[in-house]
């Protein structure tokens, strides 16, 4: 009887110490995905920001008139160059 008992206690010990050795692979893994994600929302929040500056850079409108002079050849318009139309009836 006692030695069925020390086996019994033995295979449970075992299978204990099993299942913790799997508890501790599985948060290891977790935590290593859950640094992954950190660093990846660090990354596209820098690239964010990068692209919200970029759009505040481009959308200014002296940067539209300069590209519009130097690139499109554009220049302002007049009075004397505005022509007016008026619908016949």
């Known amino acids: 009887m006692n030695g069925k008992l ?4 033995t295979a449970g010990l075992v299978a204990s110490a099993a299942s913790l050795v799997n508890a501790q692979y599985q948060a290891r893994h977790l935590f290593i995905e859950v640094e992954r994600a950190n660093s ?10 990068q692209l919200q500056l970029d759009q505040s850079t481009l959308g200014k409108s002296a940067r539209i008139e300069q590209i519009a002079r130097t690139d499109l050849n554009m220049v302002p318009l007049t009075a004397a160059r505005t022509q007016y139309l008026t619908e016949k009836k």
Do not use: S
Request: proline content about 0%; cysteine-free; hydrophobic content about 45%.
């Open 6 to 9: 020390n086996l019994l206690l």
């Open 40 to 49: 990846e929302t660090r990354q596209l929040d820098i690239e964010w920001t």
